[in-house]
């Protein structure tokens, strides 16, 4: 293996979502190494994703089509961590992002990695990333909110940051995805 | 030809004479006049008239002493079963010898009570019963493929026929019956002791008006019921037509002692297959293919638990099945096309060996009453491969393997609980203790010979695990009638244990024999499901499914990667599952024109925003899917999802469900947002609507780093794969493709999909600790107003 990313950001991420039981490691694998790799077979996935494009399906007081400026047109993501108590909210997301060559497949790690595939000895689930990633005007809002839904009697809500993404994102190598610890 | 010889084909002749025509003819022999005479053909020769009732009470047959019962047999007419059935027969001997057979039958039933196996006391198969009107010509001459056989000429129509089947007063059958066949040049021979019979055209077609079910014990074989007039309850109808030749062979002796062996060869030369829903059809057309039996079977014997049986035991069969067009809708649009090859032999599973084989019992269900039908099944598909091709493009989903051995039942129940069983109105199939697994190899595209691809995770979109082992239990009960009109029902509840289930397989064998299958496993899966009230119907739509209330909890003791026992596992997950009128709705045609990675209503709009503008025909598959995320009910129901680790161990070393550390998200519903029709509840009938449009197309693959790949190919980061056949590995590399490169770019499956919802909710999400409880971590989280669209290409990888 020649080249090896380490996304600890991403493994972190991983690391705090599943404490002691998931571990997450990105490496970057030539296809020739693939060739030796036991347990093949996966698929390759590109495409688009758009969310929101023109609105979505509510239309009330507070949503509507993209076309009517009054109105928010995103999607609403709301949650609350104190009972009886306020909601974060995601609000007014929307965006389009298209990714190429994203592979998924189950693979048997037995060398390498300096030294730690053969202690490894084990299987993973590869995420292969794709090369590129283009967001197109990604945008949402994060809000506090004193309802989960903006049409409930005494909603009020205070918008925090706004965020917009737009252009190219590279992601390179490999997500690897393996259990650790007590199941 | 010796005098034996001569007797023994005389006894097969009669035997072939009443095979190839439906004539079971005893009876009074009475004059005819000369009018009726003249609307027959001929006007020599002898005539008979009869009008025949006949019945016996029992009619056994013994196979090495073990007997099988057909009970309370009758020959007489359908429409009433104290009168006779009308006979017109017409006897000529012909110039060359040929005797000659004109025959009309009028009103005629014939029909067993009921079938009994010795060693079986209390319970039976239950009856069957035949109705018709015949009118056809029989022509018998000396000949056959050996010159000292016979040739047959048969041809005969039939009219306002019935085939039913009854258990416990209750009873399904095909109703409203027209089928004409022709059959010429069919020859009889002894041949190396075998009675051979080969029929070089069998031509022919059928309609069935209406499948109709009736749970009144004082129904018997009528359309209408007998209390209220109205016509009874129908599954469809069914219409087609087939072009077929057979070559059989029927030999003395069983597996084991007396019995039968029977060897066919048949080809599908055309064939077209039509369901009718009231006025919407589902139709297979241009159907051929073919089929070998090899050492079929049939004797009267014990199956494996030492109950008696018919025991139907096969050698090999394999076939092919190809359906040109799969048409549904109000414009008969096709799906595409399906070929299906097979071979069902004597294999080794997982150490385990499987043969097909059936064993025939009375009895179904022991709550259901003392009729029905208990199939003691083996069976082992060694191989099939199953291809989809849409517009010309063809994906083969390659060697499937399936076994299994286990009890079905078969009922004809109506709506009632017996005995503490719940029992709905329909022919029940009930699975009791049924072992059973498959598995596919992998993907194959363009055809049979083309390398082995990854990729059956594919099938996860339409239900289906690239791989699969279960025990079953459970029922499943197909009503008539549908949402309105004609239609099934269904009713079900399945109990499965200790499953494994593959999310991603690797193949179980790569050319160099069966080997351990990689991937990632569901595994030490309990699923309990039941469904109340589906409805499936034909509409202008497609095919149209529709829930009333279904319900389900999946336990997957380990999600395990690698090995599906063995592997690591990531811990227990628990998903419930509540919904109520859910819906499905599958729809022929793909995606058609699309913009993929930008937007535009044509080629030009779309590849000035960027995207590629693909064209991807008239054929393919659309599902549109609404799923109702019911809150949870007082009775435990409910959407919900369950991750539990650190789990203690008992003292044989198992994982203890429910001793670990769980995150429970809980009560997962859908809304329309607000209480709109003023019941004091949030309405809930927009749920999340899914509509996915597949289609087999040409997708674009690009090479993520320099050098060789997994195959040994060489090509540069960003260059596009092009499939070339002229090339050892079947593809290359090319930095930048021309018109006609871009034509041989890689097949895969093309997914145009939207999801909706108006309100996706999570009640709370708690934190379960074994000693210390529950603690609500999230008290709530809301999504609301998504449109998602996705337009995505998966491409199998090698």
């Not at chain 1, 996935?45 to 758009?50: K, Q, T």
């Not at chain 2, 493009?393 to 499937?400: Q, T, W, Y």
């Amino acid at each position: 293996m020649k080249k090896k990313y380490i996304a600890i950001g991403m493994g972190a991420l991983l690391a705090i979502i599943a404490p002691g039981l998931v571990q997450a490691e990105m490496t970057a694998v030539d296809d020739a190494t693939l060739a030796g790799i036991s347990g093949q077979g996966g698929i390759y996935l590109s495409g688009d994703i758009s969310i929101n494009e023109l609105g979505g399906p509510v239309e009330d007081s507070y949503f509507g089509s993209c076309e009517e400026l009054a109105k928010k047109c995103g999607a609403r993501f709301a949650y609350q961590l104190k009972e009886n108590g306020g909601w974060m909210v995601l609000d007014e997301i929307r965006g389009n992002f298209a990714f190429e060559g994203l592979t998924l497949r189950v693979r048997s790690i037995n060398s390498g990695f300096g030294g730690d595939g053969e202690v490894f000895d084990g299987d993973v689930l590869e995420l292969g990333l794709p090369d590129v990633i283009r967001f197109h005007d990604v945008r949402f809002k994060i809000a506090g909110s004193s309802m989960a839904r903006p049409s409930d009697p005494g909603f009020r809500q205070t918008d925090i940051i706004s965020a917009e993404m737009q252009g190219n994102v590279i992601m390179e190598g490999n997500l690897l995805v393996f259990p650790a610890g007590t199941p | 030809m010796s005098r034996a010889l001569g007797l023994e084909c005389y006894r097969y002749t009669i035997f072939a004479a009443l095979w190839l025509s439906p004539l079971l003819a005893q009876g009074e022999l009475r004059s005819l006049d000369d009018s009726a005479l003249a609307t027959i053909r001929g006007q020599s020769g002898l005539s008979m008239e009869l009008e025949l009732t006949a019945s016996a009470d029992r009619i056994a047959y013994f196979d090495d002493g073990n007997g099988i019962y057909l009970e309370d047999f009758r020959i007489g007419a359908a429409s009433n079963p104290n009168q006779q059935a009308r006979h017109l027969i017409n006897i000529d001997i012909a110039d060359d010898a040929s005797l000659n057979l004109d025959y009309i039958v009028e009103d005629r039933r014939i029909e067993f009570g009921d079938i009994r196996l010795a060693g079986a006391p209390g319970v039976s198969m239950g009856g069957l019963f035949f109705d018709h009107n015949l009118a056809g010509s029989l022509r018998i001459r000396s000949g056959g493929a050996t010159g000292s056989g016979y040739y047959f000429d048969s041809a005969y129509s039939m009219t306002d026929g019935r085939l039913g089947y009854r258990t416990n007063g209750n009873e399904v059958f095909l109703d409203d019956i027209a089928m004409t066949v022709e059959a010429p040049g069919v020859t009889l021979d002894l041949i190396d002791g075998a009675l051979a019979i080969y029929a070089p055209s069998l031509i022919g077609s059928y309609s069935i008006g209406a499948v109709r079910f009736s749970g009144n014990p004082a129904n018997h074989g009528a359309s209408r019921d007998i209390a209220s007039g109205e016509l009874l309850s129908s599954y469809g109808g069914f219409a087609g037509d087939f072009d077929l030749s057979s070559n059989t062979a029927i030999r003395a002796g069983g597996r084991s002692g007396e019995g039968l062996r029977i060897d066919n060869q048949t080809v599908i030369n055309s064939a077209n297959f039509i369901y009718r829903d009231d006025a919407q059809q589902l139709a297979l057309r241009d159907i051929s293919g073919y089929w070998n039996v090899v050492d079929l079977r049939m004797d009267v014997a014990a199956d494996w638990q030492g109950r008696n049986a018919l025991a139907l035991t096969l050698g090999r069969l394999n076939g092919e099945l190809k359906i040109g067009r799969i048409e549904m809708g109000a414009n008969g649009q096709s799906l595409g096309a399906v070929n299906l090859s097979f071979l069902l032999e004597d294999a080794v599973y997982s150490g385990e060996s499987y043969s097909n084989v059936v064993y025939l019992q009375g009895g179904g269900h022991p709550d259901a009453g003392p009729q029905g039908l208990r199939l003691a099944t083996e069976w082992s598909l060694q191989r099939a491969d199953i291809s989809y091709t849409e517009n010309g493009h063809r994906v083969i989903f390659s060697g499937l393997q399936s076994w299994g051995r286990g009890d079905i039942t078969v009922n004809v129940t109506r709506d009632s609980e017996l005995n503490g069983t719940r029992f709905y109105d329909g022919l029940r199939i009930g699975f009791d203790g049924v072992r059973a697994g498959y598995r596919l190899n992998g993907l194959r595209v363009g055809s049979e010979d083309a390398l082995l691809q990854g990729g059956t995770e594919l099938l996860l979109a339409l239900g289906f695990y690239p791989a699969y082992e279960f025990e079953m239990d459970g029922q499943l009960t197909l009503g008539a009638g549908g949402a309105s009109g004609e239609g099934i029902t269904i009713n079900s509840d399945v109990s499965i244990r200790n499953g494994r289930a593959a999310l991603l397989a690797a193949p179980y064998d790569d050319g160099d024999g069966p080997a351990e299958q990689k991937g990632l496993w569901i595994s030490d899966l309990n699923y309990e499901s039941h469904m109340r009230d589906a409805t499936v119907d034909v509409t202008q739509n497609g095919l149209e499914v529709v829930q009333g209330e279904a319900w389900s909890t999946m336990d997957v003791g380990n999600l395990r990667v690698g090995n599906k026992d063995s592997g690591a596992s990531f811990g227990r997950f628990v998903l419930e599952q509540y919904e109520t009128g859910s819906s499905m709705v599958i729809s022929p045609g793909g995606a058609g024109d699309v913009c993929a990675g930008g937007a535009g209503a044509d080629a030009a709009s779309c590849e000035a925003s960027g995207g590629r503008w693909e064209t991807r025909g008239d054929e393919g598959l659309t599902i549109g899917l609404k799923q109702i995320l019911a809150r949870a009910e007082s009775g435990g129901r409910r959407n919900a999802l369950t991750w539990e680790t650190n789990r203690e161990l008992d003292s044989s070393g198992q994982l203890v469900s429910n001793s670990g550390t769980r995150m429970v998200l809980n009560d997962i519903h859908t809304s329309d947002g607000g209480d709109y029709d003023g019941d004091g509840t949030d309405d809930n009938t927009f749920g999340i609507q899914t509509d996915i449009a597949v289609d087999v197309y040409q997708t674009r693959v690009v090479k993520k780093s320099d050098g060789a790949d997994a195959q040994g190919v060489v090509g540069a980061r960003g260059d596009e794969k092009i499939m070339d056949p002229s090339v050892a590995a079947g593809y290359r590399y090319v930095a930048v493709p021309g018109p006609e490169e871009l034509a041989s770019r890689p097949l895969g499956f093309a997914v145009n999909a939207r999801a909706r919802f108006r309100e996706l909710s999570v009640n709370n999400v708690d934190l379960v600790h074994p000693v210390g409880g529950a603690q609500t971590a999230v008290y709530g989280v809301s999504m609301q107003n998504f449109d998602i669209k996705a337009n995505l290409t998966a491409t199998p990888m090698p």
